[in-house]
């Protein structure tokens, strides 16, 4: 059974922290190399970064310096630390395998990091 939990979101204040986490199923998380993703109002869902399964990382312009993603292989579980978070950085945010989100059939329920003075 195909399970993604995302956990970690909530309301701070721009120039602060948080730490995302997602606790994934083996089926979806072994051998894959896994992403965040963000949706904000009215947008489509973008990809965030990207980890391979050795753990090298690949982000979006945007995040770069800012966000860390990472992995623990033998937990199953994706994070995504976020530093000097911004207004636009608003959006709830959801793991995955990395792909187009378009084309992946299963999404857990997200977590909303609301970004606001």
């Known amino acids: 059974q195909v399970q993604l939990v995302e956990s970690g979101g909530g309301l701070v204040q721009p120039g602060g922290s948080l730490r995302l986490s997602c606790a994934a199923s083996?089926?979806?998380?072994?051998?894959?190399?896994m992403a965040w993703y963000r949706q904000a109002p009215g947008k489509e869902r973008e990809l965030v970064a990207v980890?391979?399964?050795?753990?090298?990382?690949i982000y979006t312009d945007s995040v770069k310096g800012r966000f860390t993603i990472s992995r623990d292989n033998a937990k199953n579980t994706l994070f995504l630390q976020m530093n000097s978070l911004k207004p636009e950085d608003t959006a709830v945010y959801y793991c995955n395998k990395y792909g187009t989100p378009g084309d992946l059939d299963y999404w857990g329920q997200g977590t909303q990091v609301t970004v606001s003075s």
């Open positions: 980890i391979t399964i050795l753990g090298s990382p």
């Open positions: 083996g089926s979806i998380f072994s051998f894959n190399t």
